[in-house]
C-alpha cells in the first residue's frame, strides 16, 4: 500500500523544486480517555497512512493530564457524547468538538478537546484553525509535548510563498520544537504505558520535533544544520516518514555530500509514496554529482 506523505508535503516540495503530489498527513491525536481502542500506533505520527476521514490515533501515547471535573452535568454529558464519537469519522469528532467549544467555551475540558481538534484539522488539511486551536492548547498546557512537536514539524511544512510572516512562522516552529526537545527526557512514565512503549512514544515525538527543527533550518538555507536535525528523526522511529528522507537528501546535496544524498533518496524511494519517482530521480542527480564534483567531508 502506499504510504501518504504528510500535511503540507506539496507545499514543501514545490517550494523546493519538487513536482511530487500532495496527501494528507497522518499525525494522529492523543485521548484522555483510557478506553480508545486505537491508543497505541507506534508508526502512525510518520505515517503518512492516514487520510481524511481515517481513524484519529493515538500519535504518541503520551496522554494529557485528565480534565478536572466539570461545573455542571450537562457539560460533563456534552463531553462524553463526544468523547463516544467514533474515531473513524473525523469529520463528525471535527463538527461535536468545535459545538462543544462553541457551547462551553470556558470548559475545563478544553485541552483534551484542543489536542483532539488540533490533530483532526491537521489530518483534513485544514492547517490554519489546526495552527489556532494548537496554539490555544499550548496557552493552557505549555509542556503537552505532542502538540508541540506535531506544530513544529507541521508549521514548517504547511508554509508557501502566501504564508504570511514567515519567519515568525518559523520562529514559532523552532521555539515549539526545541521546547518539545527539551520537556521529553524530563517527562515521568504513565502507568498505563509499559517501559517499551512509554520508550517508542518519546522517540516518535522526539522524531517530530526534530523534523520541524530540520525544515525550519532548509527553509532558512542552513543546509548544514539541518542535516543533524533531520538525521535524528529518521533514526528515531523504526519507519521514518519519506518528507524527512526527502528532505535529508536535498539538504545533503546543498552541502556537497553526494554519497549521503544518495543513500537518503534511495530509503525514500523503497517507500510507496507520492515521493518514490523524486526520491529516485533526486539519488540519480546525486549520483551524477558525485562523479563530476568533489564530495564534501560529512
Known amino acids: ?12 516540495l514545490l517550494a523546493l523544486g519538487s513536482s511530487a503530489a500532495f496527501a494528507q498527513t497522518a499525525p494522529a491525536n492523543q485521548s484522555t480517555q483510557s478506553n480508545q481502542s486505537n491508543q ?17 490515533s493515538n500519535t504518541t501515547g503520551l496522554t494529557l493530564d485528565a480534565a478536572p471535573p466539570p461545573v455542571s452535568a450537562e457539560e460533563e454529558a456534552a463531553y462524553k457524547a463526544f468523547d463516544a464519537l467514533p474515531n ?7 463538527s461535536a468538538g468545535e459545538e462543544f467549544l462553541q457551547k462551553y467555551p470556558e470548559s475545563r475540558y478544553r485541552p483534551p478537546i484542543y489536542s483532539i481538534l488540533t490533530v483532526a484539522y491537521v489530518q ?5 484553525k489546526a495552527f489556532d486551536i494548537g496554539d490555544k492548547e499550548i496557552q493552557l498546557k505549555p509542556d503537552d509535548v505532542q502538540t508541540l512537536a506535531i506544530l513544529a514539524q507541521t508549521i514548517p511544512r504547511a508554509m508557501n510563498g502566501s504564508t504570511p510572516n514567515p519567519e515568525q512562522q518559523l520562529e514559532k516552529a523552532e521555539t515549539y520544537g526545541k521546547r518539545a526537545l527539551d520537556i521529553v527526557p524530563t517527562l515521568p512514565k504513565p502507568a498505563a504505558l509499559t517501559d517499551e512503549k512509554f520508550a517508542a512514544a518519546k522517540s516518535q515525538t522526539l522524531s517530530m520535533a526534530h523534523s520541524g527543527l530540520g525544515l525550519v533550518d532548509i527553509r532558512r538555507g542552513k543546509y548544514a544544520e539541518a542535516i543533524p536535525e533531520l538525521e535524528q528523526s529518521v533514526k528515531l522511529v523504526p519507519d521514518p ?28 524511494a523503497a517507500i510507496p509514496s507520492s515521493l518514490q519517482q523524486a526520491c529516485k530521480s533526486g539519488s540519480e542527480e546525486a549520483k551524477k554529482q558525485g562523479s563530476t564534483q568533489l564530495s564534501a567531508p560529512h
Open 241 to 268: 516518514d519519506p518528507v524527512n528522507l526527502y528532505l535529508l537528501g536535498l539538504a545533503d546535496v546543498k552541502t556537497s555530500h553526494f554519497e549521503e544524498a544518495q543513500a537518503a533518496y534511495d530509503k525514500c
Open 40 to 56: 497505541s500506533q507506534p508508526a502512525q505520527q510518520q505515517g503518512s497512512k492516514n487520510q481524511p476521514g481515517t481513524a484519529i
Open 88 to 94: 473513524s469519522d473525523v469529520a463528525k469528532k471535527i
Open 1 to 12: 500500500m502506499e504510504r501518504r506523505i504528510g500535511i503540507g508535503a506539496l507545499g514543501v
Open 124 to 128: 483534513t488539511g485544514q492547517s490554519a
